[in-house]
T-cell receptor
Framework: DAGITQSPRHKVTETGTPVTLRCHQTENHRYMYWYRQDPGHGLRLIHYSYGVKDTDKGEVSDGYSVSRSKTEDFLLTLESATSSQTSVYFC????????????FGSGTRLTVV | AQTVTQSQPEMSVQEAETVTLSCTYDTSESDYYLFWYKQPPSRQMILVIRQEAYKQQNATENRFSVNFQKAAKSFSLKISDSQLGDAAMYFCAYRSARRGGSEKLVFGKGTKLTVNP
């Protein structure tokens, strides 16, 4: 597919533990995003990045942090996982030209027990 | 802030028939992009069709077409000759064309389409 990979694909973790999800792209796109998908809510933006070390919050950023030290990698960290963070997490990339929309990773299903 | 509304949480259609999924959006901008994404059970997000707001002509991709009504802020998706493989969640999304912004996509909550044989 389009040069974006997420890892891991599935993860089960315990409440209170830190978790890091990784997004890697080979497209050299400027913009990268983390969304979460929950039934009845669609996709909601957690954090996004518009360049190396340039990040900003989305609408559901509480309890999450991100880092982007290289163009190709965008990490999402749950500082102390809670059951409400059980969700499917998607990474997406985008060119500056907004007309082409996003390219999505395959998603990570995270379960917090 | 922009919002996207999909008023039909679920829809069903008979194989080979036509179905229309609704989407409305709210924005004060005049230049933007609209998208329909498909999410089959595999979970992969697949771009189905896109529309640029400055283009009056409705976009078409094979069996998929849109009815874009800019004044009404409506962007419906029509699927003709429905196939079993069309069964999926469909998401409508909005993106501002303003440069210098975050290029964020704003999604509706989705419509689950079932195709009956």
């Amino acid at each position: 597919d389009a040069g974006i990979t997420q890892s891991p694909r599935h993860k089960v973790t315990e409440t209170g533990t830190p978790v890091t999800l990784r997004c890697h792209q080979t497209e050299n796109h400027r913009y990268m995003y983390w969304y979460r998908q929950d039934p009845g809510h669609g996709l909601r933006l957690i954090h996004y990045s518009y360049g190396v070390k340039d990040t900003d919050k989305g609408e559901v950023s509480d309890g999450y942090s991100v880092s982007r030290s290289k163009t190709e990698d965008f990490l999402l960290t749950l500082e102390s996982a809670t059951s409400s963070q059980t969700s499917v997490y998607f990474c997406a990339i985008s060119e500056v030209n907004g007309a082409r929309g996003y390219t999505f990773g395959s998603g990570t299903r995270l379960t917090v027990v | 802030a922009q919002t996207v509304t999909q008023s039909q949480p679920e829809m069903s259609v008979q194989e080979a028939e036509t179905v229309t999924l609704s989407c409305t959006y709210d924005t004060s901008e005049s230049d933007y992009y609209l998208f329909w994404y498909k999410q089959p059970p595999s979970r992969q997000m697949i771009l189905v069709i896109r529309q640029e707001a400055y283009k009056q002509q409705n976009a078409t991709e094979n069996r998929f077409s849109v009815n874009f009504q800019k004044a009404a802020k409506s962007f419906s998706l029509k699927i003709s000759d429905s196939q079993l493989g069309d069964a999926a969640m469909y998401f409508c999304a909005y993106r501002s064309a303003r440069r210098g912004g975050s290029e964020k996509l704003v999604f509706g909550k989705g419509t689950k389409l079932t195709v009956n044989p």
